[in-house]
């Protein structure tokens, strides 16, 4: 057996009998009832809609995680109440791992866990241990590091110092640790062990397995051991699936426990009682900061519309609160399609805001919903003047930014755009100061960017880094980022179906998460994936109308795009046509349209040069080499290379295979594809935009 030097351990190891503890998905379900169960004593009527957020809460596939829900409750009730819920693990009793683990002789460990079971164990064996608890001690709730913000600041001094030279370069055994805290997992790449054995736990009398299992692991602990392997040589990172005894020798006396922990299962949420003195200290807080955190937590997982209940009861009394509660309920009207009500509930407090840091605040709300209320130019000026003028400000400034790119990218400035958000991404200390959600979305936004432009495999590296910042973001974002991951992975080249199946599921979680527009995007995507068969796909595109009747103006120009080709495919020419006329007609319309819309305007160009060449107009062949010199200029090479298709028909002539296997090199595959296999589903591709 390897001798380790350091051991880090996390909620896995008190899992199994007789401790039996929650893990993190099970504490944030008890601190949700913590502050649920009270909110549901004083006002009864939000019991439904709190059994529905604690199922949200609990989602495996999309739920919250404890360290953002704690931090999103924290903003009302305070964290060491909330703490108060790792009163459960008071009593609790150590297990074979525990026993295991302190009889392995001089080992450093370090533990995520907030337990003393370790401790516990020591001193039933006799044993002195090193040991240091770098997330806090449950009997000190002034101690314990759980929100997101505590993550994103880093470990405290002098932990970080210590997990840091426990690290380095010496021989690490990581066990029951999930690796999903940002101020623990960098460690291990910025400080890296000669050897590292990462833990994946099988039980007694499931399979041997000696290879490396980094798929059953979190995302972000999967990427940093694939770049630990780069540096430090893939022999030296390994994830076997095995159980603590077989990496460290077992007391005689813990052996004789083992089947007993094997054959009971773990517990029920409902067999821990929330403890008594986290109870009283709840009923002592303030109702409208409990009622205020209920609302916010709704607004996290999707319920907009219930949220509004909770947070307009809610009469807070500091003046910070009262701003943010005006905040939350314009964003979640903002969410529920009432722009101009959100835009007054941002605007209304301004009066009575005094500093300056406030008023940049509700400027940055107003600013954001502008566009969608019909003030898009209102919106441009705002922008302007926050980052012109919040430097010390800098987080309206980077909000600002990412607008300002939105807009940019409408324009056709993908260069100019692309700047705007890799300051927000790239900013120093970017996800504390503007949040990871902006984060998110300015990598989304980014990914948009390089599709336009037709660089499917940076677009798809920006997707890639934005899911794993998603688990960290509210569940319309995750929304966006499934629409947005789907449509560049048809366009690479994925299997129309499969393109299907991962639109509807887009779609899907848009949908459970309550942003129409979110779901709006998705559906009109996806008839176009199904516009092969014509009344497939218009039915699809009526189904996204009724989502929103009136949506923003570059929404309804896509939906537009999408079914004038869908009717030029099928023949209806006129319709196209007319559909056309009306798009040009909106991204003309600067009251509605201040940026215009440049890829869409070179799309209608090159949807009109194709209704020509079905009209046999002579004229039809050079204005489709017009519009693949259009698509060039704007740096549109992806779209440029499906359009020297459509000429290359037009014309009579044939791309050479040379070009097309560079065109495969480019990640064009599609458009290669198409050339040399016309088919109906991939002729459709450009208005994938």
């Known amino acids: ?198 833990l994946v736990h099988r039980r007694d009398g499931e399979p041997e397995m000696d290879r490396d299992h980094d798929e059953d692991l979190e995302p972000e602990a999967a990427e940093m051991l694939a770049r630990l392997r780069e540096r430090i040589g893939p022999g030296r990172v390994t994830t076997p699936r095995a159980t603590l005894s077989e990496m460290l020798e077992p007391p005689r006396a813990a052996s004789t426990h083992r089947g007993e922990e094997e054959r009971r299962g773990g517990r029920a949420l409902t067999a821990w009682s929330l403890p008594g003195s986290a109870l009283e200290r709840i009923s002592s807080v303030d109702p409208s900061c409990i009622l205020m955190a209920v609302g916010a937590v709704m607004l996290e997982v999707g319920m907009y519309s219930e949220a509004l209940g909770p947070l307009r009861r809610a009469r807070p009394r500091p003046a910070d609160a009262r701003i943010r509660r005006r905040k939350q309920i314009g964003r979640a009207l903002a969410k529920t399609g009432q722009p101009r009500r959100a835009l007054w509930s941002f605007m209304a407090p301004i009066p009575r805001v005094s500093p300056v840091r406030q008023v940049m605040s509700m400027l940055t709300e107003v600013a954001n919903v502008a566009t969608a209320a019909g003030l898009p130019a209102r919106a441009i000026s705002l922008d302007r003047m926050i980052v012109d003028s919040a430097e010390p400000l800098r987080r309206a400034a980077l909000l600002a930014r990412s607008r300002r790119g939105q807009r940019m990218n409408l324009q056709g400035h993908f260069g100019a755009a692309l700047a705007e958000f890799d300051q927000i991404i790239d900013a120093e200390d970017a996800d504390r100061l503007a949040g990871l959600s902006q984060i998110v979305d300015a990598l989304t936004w980014a990914a948009d960017v390089e599709k336009v432009r037709g660089n499917y495999a940076a677009a798809l590296d920006r997707i890639r880094r934005a899911e794993l910042e998603v688990p960290y973001s509210n569940r319309s974002q995750r929304a966006w980022v499934a629409w947005k991951r789907a449509e560049i992975r048809m366009l690479s080249g994925l299997d129309p179906r499969q393109a299907e199946e991962e639109l509807v599921d887009a779609a899907a979680l848009a949908k459970s998460s309550g942003d129409r527009a979110a779901e709006y995007w998705a559906t009109v995507t996806l008839a176009g994936v199904r516009g092969a068969d014509p009344e497939t796909g218009l039915r699809t595109l009526r189904q996204a109308e009724a989502l929103q009747p009136s949506p923003r103006a570059d929404a309804r120009v896509y939906l537009l795009l999408q079914r004038a080709e869908i009717a030029r495919a099928s023949g209806a020419l006129e319709d196209a ?62 779209a440029a290379s499906h359009t020297r298709i459509c000429h290359a028909e037009a014309a009579g002539v044939s791309i050479s295979d040379a070009e097309l296997g560079s065109w495969a090199e480019r990640g064009w595959r599609l458009e290669a594809e198409l050339a040399r296999h016309p088919s109906p589903t991939a002729a459709l591709w450009q208005l994938i935009l």
């Open 1 to 198: 057996m390897v001798a380790f030097q350091t051991v880090v351990s996390g909620a896995g190891i008190s899992r199994s009998w007789p401790s039996e503890l929650p893990d993190g998905d099970q504490l944030a379900a008890l601190a949700w009832r913590l502050v649920a169960d009270r909110a549901e004593a004083l006002y009864p009527r939000l019991g439904a809609v709190i059994g529905e957020a604690e199922r949200r809460i609990a989602s495996s596939a999309d739920g919250l995680r404890l360290e953002q829900l704690m931090a999103v409750m924290a903003r009302d009730v305070p964290l060491d109440v909330l703490a108060g819920v790792y009163g459960v693990m008071d009593d609790a009793l150590p297990n074979t791992d525990h026993r295991t683990l302190v009889s392995a002789g001089r080992v450093d460990h370090f533990t995520l866990n907030m337990d003393s079971l370790l401790e516990r164990a020591a001193e039933g064996a006799g044993s002195i241990i090193s040991l240091v608890h770098l997330h806090g001690i449950h009997f000190d709730p002034s101690s314990i590091i759980t929100t997101i913000e505590q993550y994103l600041d880093g470990l405290p001094e002098p932990l970080s110092s210590a997990l840091a030279e426990a690290l380095t370069g010496r021989e690490v055994l990581v066990v029951g640790y999930s690796g999903r805290d940002r101020d623990v997992l960098p460690m291990f790449l910025r400080y890296p062990p000669a050897r590292l054995t990462w």
């Open 577 to 638: 046509a007319r559909d056309l006329l009306r798009a040009r007609g909106i991204i003309s319309n600067r009251s509605r349209l201040p940026t215009g819309y440049a890829s869409a305007s070179r799309v209608i160009d090159l949807i009109e040069a194709k209704i020509a060449f079905a009209r046999a107009d002579p004229g039809a062949v050079a204005s489709l080499a017009n519009a693949a010199a259009a698509f060039d200029a704007l740096e549109m090479h992806g």
